[in-house]
């Protein structure tokens, strides 16, 4: 497994975006130069100054290379990543960071887009948005948010639908006479050569996974912040490095991440979740048990990379390129 590119960058700026939202504008230490290109449903990863690695969306328009800009929210439930973020960074200060990375592609020749977003899902969406109103293709956009004090980016988003042509719907869930999207609608509603966006709570993806359960899956595209289903932590198995010449027991109530850990080699990790991508490993020889978000049910069958971190095995050992 290649490591992933780390750079520095200086937080340039903070700005109140919604109820328990910042926003975070990142450029360059040195004037002047450029960041790393990205496209339109990129995250980057932040190195936070406690130890954890957290993935977040870029927002702002793809081909800006002069900064990097992110939305975080400060999650009730936090665990040490999201609160840190907005409790301990300031401007001026210098962080590392991930090049940016995609597991959530806009498809830029699509004749009409369909993208849905609850609450911080906006994060990705707004990115799509942006690059979909430079190109001038279509677009519409459903966003939902408990209330309204809590849905980010609400007249940067009528602006872009202004200015484009786009169509923008906002269903507040708490305001009076509103329901909460009716996403087998939207979906059903779609044109028939249009490409579906989601990404929010697990709710919502559930519900436009079942509706777009008859779709080529070519045209739907979903991008999860948590976890659907519990990690492989069955142990059993015996995981062999490849690069490293060593071979680690996997345990009862570990995944293959820990187990990689507690000797001493430390692999890129973030979400610890299956749904960043940043601990993907390629596998020379064995048949994974895959539990991640992120690798398409293609990529699954290939058996050829996984996630350690959620992902455990269906063979007595794993060989990996660690």
Known sequence: ?????????????????????????FVPPEPGTLLPPFEAGAHIDLHLDNGLQRSYSLVNAPGERQRYCIAVNKDRASRGGSRRVHEALRPGALLTISAPRNNFALDESAPHSVLIAGGIGITPILAMIRRLAALGRPWELHYAAHTRGRAAFVETLRTLADDSGGRVEFAFETAPGRRALDVAA???AAPADAHLYCCGPLGLLDAFETACAGLPRERVHVEYFAAKDAPAT???FSVRLQRSGRTVAVQAGQSILDAVIAIGIEPPCSCREGVCGTCETRVIEGVPDHRDLVLSAAEHAANDRMMICCSGAKTATLVLDL
């Open 234 to 236: 069955a142990g059993g």
């Open 1 to 25: 497994m290649s490591l992933p590119q780390t750079l520095q960058v200086r937080l340039r700026s903070v700005s109140w975006e919604a109820e328990d939202i910042l926003g975070f504008e």
């Open 186 to 188: 939207i979906v059903a």
